[in-house]
């Protein structure tokens, strides 16, 4: 139950309605203002308070309307909102956004008509730029705005005005304060003409030496005004265009003219281009000044111009001048950090951060206060994890015994294994080791490239919860990756005298009540399968240890479903796609981290190259030699069927061609992810067993595919996967002794798509490849798919801030190790619930 929007309100306040004073009625405003703004911040959902949804509760609020001496049209109005909110629950998010901006635009109406007295003109309002000048200070004309506020509060802002602005989810002042700058224009720059070069933004102190104005001779509606400006170092073209009825007409750029006599000194700011005529300035800002120092005065030329994502009918200027205009409003901003934490970390307040984002005084003030929210960014998620790790280790786990003899269940599994294991296994296996003997839980990921023994070291810590009489679960995100494990297990467990079995959606409902009932009386020990696994049926007798693979894959909410049909077990995630340590500590800071950075003995690495459609016949030809040779070849592509939109080759259509035509000779199947899951295990049974030469297959054989009979993987248009999803892929060959080949084909001519193939070409490391492409392709891309744990940062970038997420990781561990629970500090913690709502982790600082 989510509290807040009525917890200054009971029923005795909805029955004691205010009387006409003004005290009382700003009161009845004001929670009726605080309910929207809970409403507001948690997404438009029709949240639940302590006794009711907010729609009813707004809608009843709206009803027991004041008896306060109020017009005709008002009472209509709060009536007509009230049965608005009685259609709440049932309106679209966009219909419940513009109900709530109309109760804000009604409500500060009737607080104007209390208040009429303290209008402000928002216009007067002065950003001073200067380091002296007290940033955050009022205008002396001011008004009762705050962060609360509507929008609509603001002079100047119309109702049409508001509801554009309501589009880009800006309804409060304090939305506006919060909606970051997505770029900037640095117009700090003065250089001489000599010294400005094409792409650059420059402001540049010359005089004109000519000036000259005249209509397009392409365009009736575009005229343009010339100058051309020289200082000591040489000279340049500046060129004005004026578009419209009104402004192209030759009267008005005539007297635009007028303003720019010939001898006059301009400062003139904007992106330098060049071309056979010289370099020249499009469209800059131009300001005519009295002797080429003044141009430091201006409040445009020579500064930091922010630049934010707008909509329709919103112009880059109007928005600015917007935002300066309630920008000592700053003031208001609650600092969670103490003073000596700021000064030891050398960052600026949270008030001087926000109101320099938005009125950069110079880069350098503007690259702190960019630090200072990132920081702040990174703290709260680092907080919220480690929090969230902490109170998940006070509960009680089961307690695991390690015996490692050769008479224990792990010990007679590594003694069935034919080979023995790394120096980081066993590295990994004792970090296991010392977690699962403790009476807290155990969180902790597993990371190592395809191949490096991942699976052997899950068996292991099953098997170790097994022989301490509890039983394990082993989940993996598609059957066939399940049934690839449960065949692995197969091989060995047996062999230890246990019950292993396999639960999938695929599973006969003849088999599945079997296994149901097995698991339940505790004579299957390990249960392997997909999300099957945390349905309802399924019961634990006593589950001590639940193994996810592929964990990126898999939402909280099914892992915490799988978690809780044990008593608070023991949790051990694996992913084979090597995850940066910034990103590993976003997704995955409430876990321990292990990394197998070790491949066993023998294998040979994978010769990879980039392939163009010309060097097709090669890749065939090495293809056939390898058939020949006994072994088998993948083909993998991006699409299912042909998209006419994106031109990229199909698996339906390789296939077809390549069993008719390229390698009629030989057999051919096709495996994807919308096949039937007995078709799918039919085709994999069929490559194992050597039945077919060449798969062609879609990414559904990223994971689960092992065939050390493999050789070849020719993956068509290659540019169309990120860079660890293809290291991934590639992984799927040389699992044998003999040699590799991954070929990277690509029809795309881009220099920077060719740089970045040619990353795997020269690197076999799934780390270093990973960072890679973190940086070139963002966060959210690089498992291969949108991670739902994933936060949305305003600011932060795990690409390029690392350094600050490591300061904010070690200033989170310190904060919680002095206040376990944040009791000490009320705006850390307020902030932390939150983090905690947007991440959907669920309130737990109650």
């Known amino acids: 139950m989510v509290e807040g929007y009525n917890k200054n309100i009971s029923s005795n306040d909805l029955k004691a309605i205010p009387d006409s004073k003004s005290g009382e009625l700003k009161t009845w405003i004001r929670s009726l203002q605080q309910a929207l703004t809970v409403e507001v911040d948690h997404g438009f959902t029709n949240i639940q308070g302590r006794t009711s949804k907010f729609s009813y509760f707004v809608s009843g609020y709206l009803l027991s309307i004041p008896s306060i001496a109020f017009s005709e049209n008002d009472l209509s109005k709060l009536k ?42 928002s216009k007067k309002l002065k950003i001073r730029r200067s ?112 578009a419209g009825r009104r402004n192209s007409s030759i009267s008005y750029v005539k007297s635009q003219q007028s303003l720019y006599a010939v001898g006059a000194t301009v400062a003139v700011s904007g992106l330098v281009k060049e071309s056979r005529y010289g370099k020249s300035l499009n469209d800059p800002l131009i300001e005519i000044i009295d002797s080429p120092n003044n141009y430091l005065k201006s409040r445009t030329i020579g500064q930091i111009f922010p630049v934010y994502s707008l909509t329709e009918g919103i112009t880059s200027d109007k928005f600015r001048d917007l935002v300066q205009s309630i920008l000592y409003l700053t003031s208001e901003i609650e600092e969670p950090l103490p003073k000596d934490t700021l000064k030891r970390l050398d960052l600026p307040s949270k008030q001087e951060a926000f109101f320099r984002i938005h009125n950069p005084e110079n880069s350098i003030t503007l690259a702190k206060a960019k630090r200072r929210i990132v920081f702040e960014e990174f703290l709260l998620l680092q907080l919220s994890l480690l929090l969230r790790r902490d109170l998940h280790k006070k509960s009680n786990s089961p307690k695991l015994s390690i015996e490692l003899s050769s008479n224990s269940l792990v010990g007679k599994f590594l003694n069935i294994l034919p080979f023995s294991l790394t120096d980081a296994q066993k590295r990994v296996l004792k970090e296991i080791e010392l977690d699962i003997v403790k009476a807290e839980p155990m969180s902790r990921l597993l990371q190592g490239d395809v191949g490096s023994g991942k699976t052997v070291v899950a068996i292991s810590a099953l098997l170790t919860a097994v022989q301490s009489g509890w039983q394990g679960a082993f989940m993996a995100p598609t059957e066939v990756l399940a049934t690839q494990h449960y065949q692995t297990l197969s091989k060995w467990i047996p062999q230890l005298e246990l019950n292993v079995d396999l639960l999938t959606g695929s599973t006969p409902k003849s088999r599945r009540k079997e296994i149901l009932t097995d698991l339940v009386n505790g004579s299957t020990k390990i249960l392997v399968g997909t999300h099957a696994l945390f349905e309802d049926p399924v019961v634990f007798e006593r589950l001590g240890l639940v193994v996810v693979d592929e964990q990126h894959r898999f939402g909280v909410k099914q892992r915490n479903k799988l978690l809780n049909k044990g008593l608070q077990p023991h949790l051990l995630t694996m992913t084979a796609t090597p995850i940066p340590r910034t990103l590993a500590l976003t997704l995955h800071g409430d876990l321990d981290i292990s990394q197998l950075d070790e491949l066993p003995p023998g294998r040979t690495p994978i010769n990879t190259q980039l392939i163009s459609p010309k060097d097709k016949k090669y890749a065939y030809d090495l293809i056939r030699s390898e058939i020949n040779k006994g072994h088998q070849i993948y083909v993998v592509l991006p699409l299912i069927e042909e998209s006419e939109k994106l031109e990229l080759s199909s698996a339906i259509d390789v296939h077809h061609q390549l069993s008719t035509e390229i390698f009629s000779d030989f057999t051919v199947e096709l495996l994807h992810g919308k096949m039937k899951g007995i078709e799918k295990q039919e085709v994999i049974r069929n490559f194992l067993n050597k039945k077919s030469d060449i798969l062609v297959s879609t990414t559904v054989i990223e994971v689960g595919v092992d065939v050390p009979n493999a050789s070849v993987m020719l993956i068509e248009d290659s540019d169309r996967f990120g860079l660890a999803q293809l290291h991934q892929l590639r992984g799927r060959v040389g699992r044998g002794a ?109």
């Open 131 to 242: 380091h002296e000048s007290i940033l955050y200070k009022k205008s002396s004309s001011t008004d009762s705005l705050s962060l609360g506020c509507s929008i609509s509060a603001i002079r100047g802002v119309g109702p049409k005005q508001a509801e554009r602005l309501s589009s880009l989810g800006l309804i409060l002042i304090r939305d506006l304060i919060n909606y970051l700058p997505r770029d900037y224009v640095d117009y700090t720059s003065l250089k001489t003409i000599d010294k400005s070069h094409a792409g650059q933004n420059v402001t540049i102190v010359a005089k004109i030496r000519r000036c000259s104005s005249f209509k397009s001779p392409k365009n009736p509606n575009l005229s343009i005004l010339e100058l051309f400006i020289k200082d000591k170092t040489g000279g340049m073209k500046v060129t004005r265009f004026f």
């Open 80 to 121: 007509k909102l009230a049965l608005d909110y009685e259609r709440y629950s049932n309106m679209s998010i966009d219909e419940r956004r513009r109900i709530i901006a109309k109760s804000r635009h009604v409500l500060h109406d009737l607080y104007k008509y209390q208040e009429a007295e303290k209008k402000v003109d």
């Open 738 to 846: 003999s040699k590799s080949y991954c070929l990277l084909s690509h029809q795309n001519k881009n220099k920077l798509s060719r740089q970045r193939l040619e990353v795997l070409v020269n690197s076999n490391d799934g780390f270093e490849i990973s960072e890679i492409d973190l940086r070139f392709r963002g966060p959210g891309q690089v498992l291969g798919t949108k991670q739902s744990g994933l936060p949305d940062f305003a600011l932060a970038s795990l690409a390029d801030d690392a350094d600050v997420l490591e300061l904010a990781r070690n200033e989170a561990r310190k904060i919680l190790d002095s206040d376990p629970v944040l009791s000490n500090n009320s705006i850390l913690r307020s902030l932390i619930k939150q983090q905690w709502e947007k991440l959907r982790i669920g309130n737990k600082l109650n």
